[in-house]
């Protein structure tokens, strides 16, 4: 399968903030700042996978810097860091940008994992991922990094589950 680069399927958007995005304190909502930057992920990670669907499996560390305010326009950053055989890690940097000064700030930032559905809707291949530059590169291992700490953590919580199934403290239906 031929690979496809970064820059190939970085992607770039836009939303600006408006009263029903805010709360009372007149800042955009968590959930709304998390929806775009699902959004734009999803939309790297198609231009990626190129012919099939994508689906968020996880959200790796989402942090707010700052608040968005009402007006404000937020631009979306994403980019391919890492491809599996059948998922993807796309991070997404959100900056926010006051209209009437330029000034613009990091608001957020957040890792998020896809993985490619084909019509059938099971997983499928997805083509690996060409870097270009020192920066893609350092992205690429820092993105592998996470990916072994997340799967060392899925392990673990497997195990904690089926110790605590095996044991007569716990019936199966306290877990959840």
Same mark, same amino acid.
Request: proline content about 3%.
């Given at each position: 399968?031929?690979?496809?680069?970064?820059?190939?399927?970085?992607?770039?958007?836009?939303?600006?903030?408006?009263? +029903?995005?805010?709360?009372?304190?007149?800042?955009?909502?968590? +959930?709304?700042?998390?929806?775009?930057?699902?959004?734009?992920?999803?939309?790297?990670?198609?231009?990626?996978?190129? +012919?099939?669907?994508?689906?968020?499996?996880?959200?790796?560390?989402?942090?707010?810097?700052?608040?968005?305010?009402?007006?404000?326009?937020?631009?979306?950053?994403?980019?391919?860091?890492?491809?599996?055989?059948?998922?993807?890690?796309?991070?997404?940097?959100?900056?926010?940008?006051?209209?009437?000064?330029?000034?613009?700030?990091?608001?957020?930032?957040?890792?998020?994992?896809?993985?490619?559905?084909?019509?059938?809707?099971?997983?499928?291949?997805?083509?690996?991922?060409?870097?270009?530059?020192?920066?893609?590169?350092?992205?690429?291992?820092?993105?592998?990094?996470?990916?072994?700490?997340?799967?060392? $953590?899925?392990?673990?919580?497997?195990?904690?589950?089926? $110790?605590? $199934?095996?044991?007569?403290?716990?019936?199966?239906?306290?877990?959840?």
């Amino acid at each position: 399968m031929i690979g496809r680069s970064v820059t190939s399927s970085e992607t770039f958007m836009t939303h600006r903030a408006l009263p +029903g995005d805010t709360n009372a304190a007149g800042n955009v909502h968590g +959930g709304v700042i998390l929806k775009h930057i699902d959004l734009a992920g999803a939309v790297c990670a198609m231009r990626h996978a190129r +012919g099939c669907s994508v689906v968020t499996a996880s959200i790796d560390r989402m942090e707010f810097k700052a608040p968005v305010h009402v007006g404000e326009l937020m631009m979306l950053k994403s980019s391919v860091n890492f491809v599996g055989s059948k998922s993807m890690e796309v991070g997404v940097r959100v900056e926010s940008e006051d209209l009437f000064t330029g000034n613009i700030r990091h608001v957020a930032s957040a890792y998020l994992t896809f993985v490619a559905m084909n019509a059938e809707k099971k997983a499928t291949s997805i083509p690996p991922l060409v870097v270009e530059s020192k920066t893609q590169e350092r992205r690429l291992q820092e993105a592998t990094l996470r990916r072994a700490a997340r799967q060392a $953590e899925r392990k673990r919580e497997k195990q904690t589950q089926d $110790e605590m $199934e095996q044991s007569s403290i716990y019936s199966p239906e306290e877990l959840f």
